[in-house]
T-cell receptor, first 114, second 115 residues
Framework: AQSVTQLGSHVSVSEGALVLLRCNYSSSVPPYLFWYVQYPNQGLQLLLKYTTGATLVKGINGFEAEFKKSETSFHLTKPSAHMSDAAEYFCAVSPLNTGNQFYFGTGTSLTVIP | DTGVSQDPRHKITKRGQNVTFRCDPISEHNRLYWYRQTLGQGPEFLTYFQNEAQLEKSRLLSDRFSAERPKGSFSTLEIQRTEQGDSAMYLC?????????????FGPGTRLLVL
């Protein structure tokens, strides 16, 4: 079974500082990888995804993530945090062989300190 | 593209009552998914449809939960004899087709509180 681990349920950064949110997956075959953001009382919005090709993926709002097969990781970064980045972030995987459900991590709550 | 919509956005009910939630996917999206999200957790898969066919329902939490998508468009999720443990956010998502690399587009969710 797939599992997704997000290290750090809460991350705080100062405005303008680097954002790093960690995601590791467990699968012998790398799945497709997604990052979603959830603002309070809202649904999930896609930030970016990795399917094939370049391992560094750029998304919306200045976020990017790098797929590292050797580390089974897909960490999310942003060079300079903005107050509006404060939200819950979820990493999700979509197994190659099913195309059905997504498996989500438990989420990381990002706080941006002014 | 009006996005995935869900109704109601909030529902408060008493234990033992039945509730029904509706999801309208993005037009022409064949796949529709239901997830449950509890506080501090990521979404947990419940069931999904390919058009009107329910292809996976073993993950529904109990036989009190059921879902339908009668004409392959909107879907409903029903919880019978609600319990306090059913309190959660219920999310609906849709995707255009069947390939695993396609994005799932989520609705705003229905937040259920069982008293």
């Amino acid at each position: 079974a797939q599992s997704v681990t997000q290290l750090g349920s809460h991350v705080s950064v100062s405005e303008g500082a680097l954002v790093l949110l960690r995601c590791n997956y467990s699968s012998s075959v790398p799945p497709y990888l997604f990052w979603y953001v959830q603002y309070p009382n809202q649904g999930l919005q896609l930030l970016l995804k990795y399917t094939t090709g370049a391992t560094l993926v750029k998304g919306i709002n200045g976020f990017e993530a790098e797929f590292k097969k050797s580390e089974t990781s897909f960490h999310l970064t942003k060079p300079s945090a903005h107050m509006s980045d404060a939200a819950e972030y979820f990493c999700a995987v979509s197994p190659l062989n099913t195309g059905n459900q997504f498996y989500f991590g438990t989420g990381t709550s990002l706080t941006v300190i002014p | 593209d009006t996005g995935v919509s869900q109704d109601p956005r909030h529902k408060i009910t008493k234990r033992g009552q039945n509730v029904t939630f509706r999801c309208d996917p993005i037009s022409e999206h064949n796949r529709l998914y239901w997830y449950r999200q509890t506080l501090g957790q990521g979404p947990e898969f419940l069931t999904y449809f390919q058009n009107e066919a329910q292809l996976e329902k073993s993950r529904l939490l109990s036989d009190r939960f059921s879902a339908e998508r009668p004409k392959g468009s909107f879907s409903t999720l029903e919880i019978q004899r609600t319990e306090q443990g059913d309190s959660a956010m219920y999310l609906c998502a849709s995707r255009p087709g069947t390939t695993p690399q396609e994005t799932q587009y989520f609705g705003p969710g229905t937040r259920l509180l069982v008293l």
